[in-house]
C-alpha cells in the first residue's frame, strides 16, 4: 500500500479533536496538536502523528495527566526547575521554554530543568521558540533506553536529542536538532518495517558485537552512541547523551539512565525509580547580552553566508546548514500535504473509531 | 629513539622559566603553566608542553601578548564578553571562566564569550574550575580551519572541543572533554610521526574520498566531523562543531570558521578576517540553582555508581565514565613522571638554548 497524503489543517483538525476527547482543555488542545504536528511538518515523521496513538495509551494508563498544574518550584535570576505534573511534554516544554525566555529578557539568560514530564515532540519545536525573541534556543530531552555506552551491552541512555536554534539576520536561521545516536530510531523502525539491514555502526546485538539487524533491538541489542564504536568516538556520543541525561533529569528530580519510564504504556515500568517522569533541559540566550544584536546578526549572516556557499564534493549537492532541509521540508508539505504511512493510516483510524472522532478521507495527491 | 621521562615538578619550573623569559609576569607566568601542563598530566599530550614551542613562536612573532589586559567590555547579570588583549588563552580562559562562576554565585548561572584570545590548551582545565564551587563548568573554543562539513571538500571549521564537568557527591565527578571530530588531531599527528595509515572515517582526500593516508591534510584533505559521514551522523559532528565556534566567535566578535588565525606562526593570517582572535565559551551553573545541593549529589552519586557498573562487553574492560581514564593518568604521572617523545625533547631543547633557560636531563625511568 501507499502513502495517504493529508492537508496539514486537516491532521490539525483530527488531532486537536483526539486531545480534547483525552481530556485536554484551553489552550492545551492546540498547544500540543501544534507541537506534535510540527514533527510531521518538518519531517520528523517518526515523532508526529504517528505517536498521537501512544501519547494516547498514556493518558489513558494514567501515567500521563491531561489536565496539568505545571509549575516552577525552584528558581533563581536565570533558573528555573518545573515541576510538569505528569503532563504531556508537549505542553509542558513550552511552558519550561517560556520560563526560559522570561528569565533571559531579565537576567541575560534563562535555563530551566524539567522534572515530572512525558516526551515533548521534537526539541527542535521549543528550541525555536526563542529565535523571535533574538535569542539562541537550547532544548534537550531524556528518554528511556535504548542505547549502551561504550565498551557496555547494557541499554543506559535514550536517544537523548539536542536542539540548538541561532537566528540569523536576513539568512534563515540555524537550527541543528539532533539524537545524540548515530542513527534516530526512527531510522531504524523504518528498515524494521521494510525488513532491510541496518548500516554498520547503528545497532550492536545482545552481546555487544556489530550487527546489521535492525531487530537486534527486540532481541536485547541496542543502538550505538554517535561514533559507532570506540575507534570512531563513541565515547563522545556516549558523552553527549550522558550530558543531556544529567542536565535533563539530575538536576531536576525526574528519573535518569535505565530507570527513564518507557513511552509505550503497555511496558512496564522500571523498578525503584529514583525521580519522577523523564525529564528535560532548556536555554535561553538573549544575543545581545553579549553584544549588540546589530553587530551579532551581520556577523551571524556571513557564517550562514560563508557555509551554505563551502565548495561542495559535488556540484549537485550543495552544503547545507543544520535546518536547511527541515525548513523546506515544511515549505513542501504545507504545501503539498502530508504523506502518512498506511501503517499510521490504519492506527489512526482504529483510534478515531475508539473515541468516536472522525478520521479524515485523504485528500490530497502525493 | 624511546620516550624520556621527567617529574612533573622539573617540566613545570622548566616551562615556568619559558613562560618568564618570554615576557610574562606576576601571576601569569605560574598560571599559564599550570594551564599548559594539565593536558600532560591528563594524558592530553598534544595539547601540553609539546606546545611550548608554537606558543613562543606566537608571542615573537607578536601575534600573542604575554602581558595582556584581559577585560570584560560587554554584560548582563548572567552573562559577558571579555576582550582577551591577544594574550594566550592560558590566561585568558581562567580569567574569563571565573567570570562566569562569579555570575554565577549571583544570578544562579553565568556564560562568558571571549574574544581577541589564542589557544587555551585542555577544555577540560577550565570546565573543571567550576566544580570546587559545586558548580557544572563548560568550556569550549574554536580553531584553525582543519575540518570539512557534511558534502564539502573545504576546511570550514577547528576540532572545536566542548568540555562539560558536572560534579558528585563522595563519586569522582563526570568530565567529558572532546573534540567534535571523529579523531582529535593528535591522534592523527601520532600515526604521521610513525608513517602509519589511519582507520577509515578519519580523514578524506582533496575530492572529498575517505582515504586512510595520515598525510592526507597536507594534500588539501581534511578531518571528519564526529560521526565521520553522513550515513553515520557526520552532518551532527559538524553540527556540534558549528555550535562551539558560533558561540566562541559569533556571539564575542572573535574570528570564524575559515576566518580562525592558525596556531603556527609561520602559517599566514586569512584575508579579510572579521573579528579579533579566536573565541572561547565558557558556562558555570551553581546546582544549587535547580535543587538542593546534597539532593543533586546524592543522584548523581547514584548515576556515577550506575554507569560505572553497568554490564561491560568484556570484563577486563569495565564500563568508563567520562574523565576515569584522564583521572587515572594524572594520578600515574605525579606519580611516575611524564614521558615526553624525542621529538618533544628535541625541540624543547632547542628552546632551551634559544632563550637560554637550561632544560633539565630527564630523571625517570619510563
Redesign the interface.
Given at each position: 500500500m501507499q502513502d495517504q497524503t493529508f492537508s496539514y489543517q486537516t491532521l490539525f483538525d483530527f488531532t486537536k479533536s483526539i486531545f480534547k476527547n483525552l481530556g485536554f482543555t484551553g489552550s492545551d488542545t492546540e498547544l500540543a496538536t501544534t507541537v506534535l504536528l510540527s514533527a510531521d511538518l518538518r519531517g520528523v515523521d517518526s515523532h508526529g502523528i504517528a505517536r498521537l496513538i501512544g501519547y494516547a495509551r498514556l493518558i489513558e494508563a494514567g501515567r500521563a495527566n491531561p489536565t496539568p498544574e505545571i509549575k516552577v518550584v525552584?528558581?533563581?535570576?536565570?533558573?528555573a526547575?518545573v515541576d510538569g505534573d505528569k503532563g504531556l511534554g508537549l505542553v509542558v516544554a513550552p511552558f519550561a521554554m517560556q520560563v526560559a525566555i522570561e528569565k533571559a529578557k531579565?537576567?541575560?539568560?534563562g535555563?530551566v530543568?524539567v522534572k515530572n514530564s512525558n516526551h515533548f515532540g521534537i526539541a527542535g519545536y521549543h528550541a525555536m521558540m526563542a529565535l523571535k525573541q533574538d535569542m539562541?534556543g537550547i532544548a534537550m530531552t531524556n528518554a528511556s533506553a535504548l542505547v549502551a555506552?561504550?565498551?557496555?551491552?547494557?541499554r543506559?541512555l535514550g536517544t537523548n536529542p539536542i536542539c540548538?536554534a541561532?537566528p540569523g539576520g536576513e539568512q534563515p536561521p540555524?537550527v541543528?536538532d539532533?539524537?545524540?545516536?548515530?542513527?534516530a530510531n526512527g531510522k531504524l523502525e523504518i528498515l524494521q518495517r521494510k525488513n532491510q539491514d541496518t548500516?554498520v555502526?547503528?545497532v550492536q546485538n545482545k552481546?555487544?558485537k556489530s550487527t546489521t539487524d535492525a531487530h537486534a533491538l527486540k532481541n536485547g541489542g541496542a543502538l550505538l552512541p554517535?561514533?559507532?564504536d570506540k575507534?570512531?568516538?563513541s565515547?563522545?556520543?556516549?558523552?553527549?547523551g550522558?550530558?543531556v541525561?544529567?542536565?535533563s533529569a539530575?538536576?531536576?528530580?525526574a528519573n535518569?539512565?535505565?530507570w527513564v519510564p518507557p513511552f509505550p504504556a503497555y511496558v512496564p515500568m522500571p523498578q525503584n525509580m529514583?525521580?519522577e517522569g523523564i525529564g528535560h533541559f532548556f536555554g535561553a540566550?538573549?544575543?545581545d547580552?553579549?553584544?549588540p544584536a546589530a553587530?551579532?546578526k551581520k556577523?551571524?549572516d556571513?557564517?550562514l553566508t560563508?557555509?551554505r556557499n563551502?565548495?561542495?564534493?559535488?556540484e549537485s549537492?550543495?552544503?547545507?546548514?543544520?535546518g536547511d532541509p527541515e525548513r523546506e521540508m515544511e515549505k513542501q508539505r504545507l504545501q503539498y500535504g502530508i504523506p502518512l504511512h498506511p501503517d499510521v493510516v490504519r492506527e489512526l483510524t482504529a483510534l478515531s473509531k475508539k473515541l468516536d472522532v472522525p478520521f479524515p478521507v485523504h485528500n490530497l495527491q502525493c
Open positions: 525552584y528558581e533563581t535570576p536565570s533558573t526547575t531579565q537576567a541575560g539568560t535555563w530543568s539562541i555506552p561504550t565498551f557496555s551491552v547494557e543506559m540548538v541561532v540555524f541543528a539532533m539524537a545524540t545516536t548515530t542513527a548500516p555502526g547503528w552481546n555487544g554517535l561514533g559507532s575507534e570512531h568516538g565515547h563522545k556520543g556516549y558523552a553527549l550522558a550530558i541525561d544529567i542536565f539530575v538536576l531536576s528530580g535518569y539512565g535505565p529514583p525521580g540566550m538573549r544575543i547580552a553579549f553584544r553587530e551579532f556577523n551571524m556571513q557564517w560563508r557555509f563551502a565548495k561542495p564534493m559535488d549537492q550543495p552544503v547545507l546548514v543544520p
